[in-house]
């Protein structure tokens, strides 16, 4: 399986897996609360849920547009950064499946050329390789790091990794429904977690593609690659980053038929352009398999009202 957004690892749902798994994580110790992503509380109600947007995949399942009922919940004001998965990691000595397994997919453009080079490319979406050694620690494979990039999303994450580190933290992952009236601002059924303008008024504000995918990136937004999570202005919840930067991971199985056992995604990512998918856009969706990982995958927590925090 592959998609145009995020590839996916092959062998179907659940993939090749290594047979050591890490046990779940003990959660974080009142010490750790410091290296805690930040929550936003938000008061639930009815909102508008879906998109009829003339621009989706009708294979997406977008629609049709229904009032869903969403209970008080809080929601991390951005996406988990290197540095609040770094202390995970160091706390817990978790191992996530792109370690385990030795490799990840990474954009064939951020490869220098020998790497570049030996990487199998994913039939179809071509500008995706799979890189030995792509992690979390190392985004583009062997050589690279996370130098001037703690305040930027983890990537490289499965979707046990992010449930992992958001049991860690005493929370879980959004559902679905949590993932886009947050993402929504308060607005009622706006294109965008911001408005209907892409731009308004010139002003960028997410992290996605200008120029021609994907062979010319020209970087307006000022970035290529990811972003530090408040690069860009936050919606009305005060949140950053639901529309591109990373893919984020939810707590929902995708129900589509035909892909059994995928999991769902929101947001876009710094990768998505208008000549292909407009999945940046605050009703689209996409899935994928639960253990694979991209340079362009990440996540965020959330925590319900009455549960811990």
């Known amino acids: 399986m592959s998609s145009c957004c995020s590839p996916g690892r092959p062998g179907g749902p659940g993939g090749p897996r290594d047979a050591a798994t890490p046990l779940p994580p003990t959660p974080a110790s009142a010490g750790a609360a410091s290296a805690l992503p930040a929550l936003v509380d938000l008061p639930g109600g009815t909102f508008a849920m879906g998109s009829e947007d003339p621009e989706a995949n009708p294979l997406d399942l977008?629609?049709?547009v229904r009032p869903v009922e969403v209970a008080p919940f809080a929601i991390g004001r951005t996406s988990v950064t290197n540095d609040e998965y770094a202390a995970f990691v160091d706390a817990t000595g978790w191992v996530t499946e792109s370690e385990r397994l030795g490799w990840s997919f990474v954009f064939a453009g951020f490869l220098p050329g020998p790497l570049r080079k030996v990487s199998p490319r994913v039939p179809g979406t071509p500008w995706w390789c799979g890189v030995d050694g792509a992690t979390w620690r190392s985004p583009e494979g062997p050589g690279s790091d996370l130098a001037?990039?703690?305040?930027h999303p983890v990537v490289h994450v499965s979707f046990q990794d992010a449930t992992a580190y958001a049991a860690w933290a005493g929370a879980r992952l959004p559902t679905?429904?949590?993932?886009?009236?947050?993402?929504?601002?308060?607005?009622?059924?706006a294109r965008y977690p911001w408005g209907d303008e892409l731009t308004p008024g010139g002003?960028?504000?997410c992290n996605i593609w200008q120029g021609t995918f994907p062979t010319r990136n020209t970087a307006?937004?000022?970035?290529?690659?990811t972003s530090p999570v408040t690069a860009f202005a936050p919606n009305g919840h005060g949140l950053h980053d639901m529309a591109g930067n990373v893919w984020e991971w939810v707590d929902e199985v995708w129900d589509r038929p035909g892909a059994p056992g995928q999991?769902?995604?929101?947001?876009?990512?710094?990768?998505?352009h208008a000549s292909y998918c407009t999945r940046y856009r605050v009703g689209a969706r996409t899935s994928n398999t639960p253990d694979s990982a991209s340079g362009n995958q990440g996540f965020r927590i959330a925590a319900s009202a009455t549960g811990p925090r």
């Open 62 to 64: 977008e629609g049709p």
């Open 203 to 205: 002003e960028h504000r």
């Open 220 to 225: 307006d937004d000022g970035w290529r690659g």
């Open 148 to 151: 001037g990039r703690g305040d």
């Open 263 to 272: 999991q769902v995604m929101r947001g876009g990512s710094y990768l998505c």
């Open 176 to 189: 679905e429904a949590e993932w886009e009236y947050a993402a929504r601002g308060g607005l009622e059924q």
